[in-house]
């Protein structure tokens, strides 16, 4: 049988490398000057700061050597190789992640990444832990579109990593990824993304799916006006410990749920410093645009024309001006129908013109009746792996035995 060859520079001597340097920049931190007595510290202390900062610039030189050296190995390595010790070369991303995130370098392992990615990957559709390396690194530099070639795939399959696969990873991808959605305002899509990491099976408590369920509700008021429930499948830690630990979000649901955007205020300014600590005030910020949406929406359905006038002051807002620029943006988006008169100042709502006859309809239901084809194809596929499972077969044949066993005899 053909052996096949390690390739000739093997992550662990790099990861050895980098982890080392990163050791002697933190024992390179803790050294302290004390001034001599015999000469006066104003006199040496330029002369000891000049050894500090060329020490500090060898060592930011040699690190930046690292991580080229680590950039090129990534670059040019066999993915055949690679998947040999995915553990390892996974580990060699997430460190290289960890120190461009201490450098304030996101920008700079994008590319990288994405390069270790399609190595590690047997499939698209398999979720490696260095996808949330990517997310982390794509939001902190503010450049989400290298992300979204990962994210709009949906993950069936898991690259196990030799068995050092961390939950941690796992729950980060979907978090991240639904920041990287709600930044970009496809907000159906980031829902989905913080259900999943709400929905992981867990016996503790995460602090990752904490923050996942706390912009899950923020997320659910502006896409639904409501929050969404959760999955039955959800673990019963989210009841029994994330809740009690998010009750300034629950108070604003149920205030948002009153339609009332003064009580609204109220409520964001009494927990202000809350939702400023979670950096979460601009999704509350988008709850109160939200609302005022919601709002309008809702006279649609009672009234055929209204002047902005009337409209400002039914919905609360500060003016006809506003009135029409919320009116506006809600027409652009396809969230109402309607038409404004601008010499009169009237709004006059429609009905949906969509009459679900033209070829673009058809071609969106046709894509959707394939998205159904594939996901039933998979759903067999599936249920044909766990029935062929040993396990899945020996547990089977127990339960069986042991029902025939607990089954009354018909002899006396």
């Not at 080229?68 to 670059?75: A, D, N, T, Y």
Request: glycine fraction near 4%.
């Amino acid at each position: 049988m053909e052996v096949t060859q390690r390739p000739p520079h093997f992550p662990e001597r790099i990861l050895r490398q980098i982890i080392s340097i990163t050791q002697e920049k933190s024992a390179s931190s803790n050294v302290r000057l004390k001034p001599t007595k015999e000469v006066p510290g104003l006199v040496h202390q330029p002369r000891a700061n000049m050894h500090i900062s060329e020490s500090q610039q060898e060592f930011f030189r040699m690190l930046d050597e690292k991580i080229e050296k680590v950039q090129l190995f990534i670059s040019t390595c066999n993915g055949e190789h690679i998947r040999y010790s995915t553990d390892t070369f996974a580990g060699l991303c997430h460190q290289l992640t960890n120190t461009l995130v201490e450098r304030k370098q996101p920008l700079r392992g994008i590319g990288t990444l994405r390069r270790a990615i399609d190595k590690m990957q047997r499939n698209t559709n398999q979720l490696t832990s260095v996808h949330a390396d990517l997310c982390q690194l794509c939001l902190l530099a503010k450049c989400f579109k290298p992300a979204l070639l990962y994210l709009d795939v949906d993950m069936t399959d898991m690259c196990k990593e030799n068995g050092a696969s961390d939950a941690k990873h796992f729950l980060c991808y979907y978090y991240y990824g639904g920041m990287i959605y709600t930044g970009l305002k496809n907000f159906e899509r980031a829902l989905y993304f913080y259900e999943q990491a709400l929905t992981t099976p867990a016996m503790a408590l995460s602090h990752i799916m904490l923050e996942s369920y706390k912009k899950y509700i923020l997320v659910s008021l502006i896409l639904l006006g409501r929050v969404q429930q959760l999955p039955k499948h959800t673990s019963q830690i989210v009841g029994q410990f994330i809740k009690p630990l998010s009750n300034a979000y629950h108070e604003l649901a149920q205030v948002y749920s009153t339609n009332n955007p003064s009580e609204l205020r109220t409520l964001v300014n009494k927990h202000s410093k809350t939702f400023t600590r979670d950096n979460n005030m601009g999704l509350v910020k988008q709850c109160f645009s939200s609302i005022y949406k919601k709002n309008i929406q809702r006279l649609t359905k009672t009234c055929l024309t209204l002047s902005l006038q009337d409209l400002a002051s039914r919905v609360q807002l500060l003016g006809p001006q506003e009135a029409e620029k919320y009116v506006l943006h809600m027409i652009e988006d396809g969230e109402i129908f309607a038409s404004i008169n601008q010499k009169d100042g009237v709004v006059r709502f429609h009905d949906n013109p969509e009459k679900y006859n033209n070829p673009a309809m058809l071609h969106n239901i046709d894509q959707e009746v394939q998205k159904c084809i594939e996901l039933d194809e998979r759903l067999k596929a599936m249920d044909q792996e766990i029935t062929m499972n040993p396990q899945f077969v020996q547990k089977s044949i127990g339960s069986q035995e042991d029902d025939s066993e607990s089954e009354p005899s018909s002899y006396s």
